[in-house]
T-cell receptor
């Protein structure tokens, strides 16, 4: 079965802390994505990666960075968390260009106090 | 720019048929997807249209008209477990997926 695993379901952090959200997929997918989901705003793309060490900014990259050192792993980093980054973060992967749907992880609900 | 619209909420009765619409002002995408998301869970894939027309998958069907900038998801024989949010998304050749705001469907007994 296809699997996208996010490291933490729930996190509580303080303003200014550095936050790492990890995502691993076991499907040998080329593309990986980080979205945040907020009520009324839907899913918004933060960053995506179409290859190891490659990354592209999405619609809302400010305040975030990403790392893809290995094909199966895509990390989202909040260098200095702020309260407006309280959200549900969803990682997803897809097979490659022109193909396939997104497979999502279970999500990581981050609260920044 | 990309602009995808869906109704915020819909209500329907168990056993009925419901149509959830998705309108968009964007071009250059190669496919339109529909996802289901239950509260507190990840979205799961329902249906996908590349060409104009109707795609049927059991109780769920999806329709696309590129000339009209319009898609819909049709759910037949509604069940209580169909209460969820339904997300429409356009795919740009697998390297970017842009989502609509989602429609929350409540199925009543």
């Amino acid at each position: 079965d296809v699997k996208v695993t996010q490291s933490s379901r729930y996190l509580v952090k303080r303003t200014g802390e550095k936050v790492f959200l990890e995502c691993v997929q076991d499907m040998d997918h080329e593309n990986m994505f980080w979205y945040r989901q907020d009520p009324g705003l839907g899913l918004r793309l933060i960053y995506f990666s179409y290859d190891v060490k490659m990354k592209e900014k999405g619609d809302i990259p400010e305040g975030y960075s990403v790392s893809r050192e290995k094909k199966e792993r895509f990390s989202l980093i909040l260098e200095s968390a702020s309260t407006n980054q309280t959200s549900m973060y969803l990682c997803a992967s897809s097979l490659g260009a022109n193909t396939g749907e997104l497979f999502f992880g279970e999500g990581s609900r981050l609260t920044v106090l | 720019g990309q602009n995808i619209d869906q109704p915020t909420e819909m209500t329907a009765t168990e056993g009925a048929i419901v149509q959830i619409n998705c309108t968009y002002q964007t071009s250059g995408f190669n496919g339109l997807f529909w996802y289901q998301q239950h509260a507190g869970e990840a979205p799961t894939f329902l249906s996908y249209n590349v060409l104009d027309g109707l795609e049927e998958k059991g109780r769920f069907s999806s329709f696309l008209s590129r000339s009209k900038g319009y898609s819909y998801l049709l759910l037949k024989e509604l069940q209580m477990k169909d209460s969820a949010s339904y997300l429409c998304a356009v795919s740009y050749y697998g390297q970017n997926f842009v989502f609509g705001p989602g429609t929350r469907l409540s199925v009543l007994p």
